[in-house]
């Protein structure tokens, strides 16, 4: 069974950074597309990043192009997210998600596996 466990979630203040990290366990990391995801309180869970098994695909929503990166180490079964200039609107939980099939993918429901979340709240 596939773990996802995230961390690194916390208190900022706007244009802070915050980096999270979601380690895996227990399948086939280097082989999966790795996503992040955020859902704010009474909205619907939306799609964040997404980076390939090998590292060489990427897509970011576009709220958070050119501020957030995503990132692997496949030798440590773990992806990041780095966000950068943060903003009160990127407050969320943050998931962390996997798709074994290793697509393309933003939709929440193709992805297969997911972490439990992590807080992230940015203070205006």
């Known amino acids: 069974q596939v773990q996802l466990v995230e961390s690194g979630g916390g208190l900022v203040q706007a244009g802070g950074s915050l980096r999270l990290s979601c380690a895996a366990s227990?399948?086939?990391?280097?082989?999966?597309?790795m996503g992040w995801f955020r859902q704010a309180p009474g909205k619907e869970r939306e799609f964040v990043a997404l980076?390939?098994?090998?590292?060489?695909?990427?897509s970011y929503a576009a709220s958070v192009k050119g501020r957030f990166t995503i990132s692997r180490d496949n030798s440590r079964n773990t992806v990041y997210l780095q966000m950068n200039s943060l903003k009160p609107e990127d407050t969320a939980v943050y998931y962390c998600?996997?798709?074994?099939?290793?697509?393309?993918?933003?939709?929440?429901?193709?992805?297969?596996?997911w972490g439990q979340g992590t807080q992230v709240t940015v203070s205006s």
């Open positions: 227990g399948g086939t990391f280097s082989s999966y597309t």
């Open positions: 980076m390939t098994s090998s590292g060489s695909g990427t």
């Open positions: 998600a996997a798709d074994r099939r290793g697509r393309i993918v933003t939709a929440s429901g193709r992805y297969d596996y």
